[in-house]
């Protein structure tokens, strides 16, 4: 089978103003469309802005960036915005606003300033909210919402640009066990229906069982990059993150990462 890249890195260093050392330091690596790819790291270790990187949101000191066949740089800004949905962390609405109405946001990209919602336009909006489980809160106001609920819609609300791929930051962050393990299905099953997902978490356990493949960075630098068995395993963990790990087997075979005391 033939595997396509969402992104190509060839290279890329991100340097901010002021910094010592590189935040992203001569990293190469491809992203396969379609999957589920898991950046993973320390804190500090540069996975956020590995994630600007990939949106155009940092400019490159060095290195290039592809996506979806173009050179990033040559991008739209208003074009990649319709290819590519972001759920950023730790985002709140200060205003007041009805679940469909934040989702009803991810189509301005195609609407631009004056045009109102169309036909087509609204399907997209009421499919967006029906893969993610949220059509039933779509007269609640955002701030009456779950965490889990609230997060669902965000994450509607970037598939009703019908983008190639969804970026996320952090997207579980906060959340209980259950609105946590909801949003990760709904992102795993996402992927299996082609929708390139790249997202950033500090819960290896997750990386292990969720994930396509995983990249490991620390301190800038890309570690590993592949499958979750190959690049997680006990002994590489503890050099990255300076604790020792177990492996623990459940029943569908994915790895668990324990702590060990």
């Known amino acids: 089978m033939t595997m396509t890249a969402a992104w190509t890195c060839d290279r890329i260093t991100v340097r901010y103003p002021g910094s010592r050392a590189p935040a992203v330091d001569d990293v190469s690596l491809a992203i396969v469309e379609g999957t589920c790819t898991i950046i993973l ?86 499919n967006a909210m029906a893969r993610c489980d949220v059509t039933q809160f779509a007269e609640r106001m955002v701030d009456t919402l779950s965490g889990g609920e609230g997060q669902r819609t965000r994450i509607a609300r970037a598939l009703a640009q019908e983008p190639r791929a969804l970026v996320l930051d952090e997207p579980t962050a906060s959340l209980d066990l259950k609105h946590e393990m909801e949003v990760l299905a709904l992102l795993r099953s996402l992927a299996a229906s082609g929708t390139t997902i790249v997202l950033v978490t500090h819960n290896l356990s997750v990386a292990a069982q969720y994930a396509d493949r995983v990249v490991l960075l620390d301190h800038g630098s890309l570690i590993a990059e592949g499958p979750p068995a190959a690049v997680l395993s006990p002994s590489r963990v503890r050099e990255v993150f300076g604790w020792p790990v177990e492996l623990i087997h459940g029943e569908t075979g994915a790895p668990y990462i324990v702590p060990v005391r």
């Open 41 to 126: 790291g320390p804190n500090g270790s540069g996975k956020s802005t590995l994630l600007r990187a990939l949106l155009g949101r940092v400019p490159l000191a060095s290195g290039t960036i592809t996506c979806l066949g173009a050179p990033l740089a040559s991008w739209p800004r208003a074009a990649l915005a319709r290819a590519v949905g972001v759920v950023p962390q730790g985002e709140h609405e200060t205003f007041p606003i009805t679940t469909r109405a934040l989702v009803a946001m991810g189509r301005y990209p195609h609407l631009g300033p004056w045009r109102r919602e169309g036909a087509e336009d609204m399907a997209a909006i009421d």
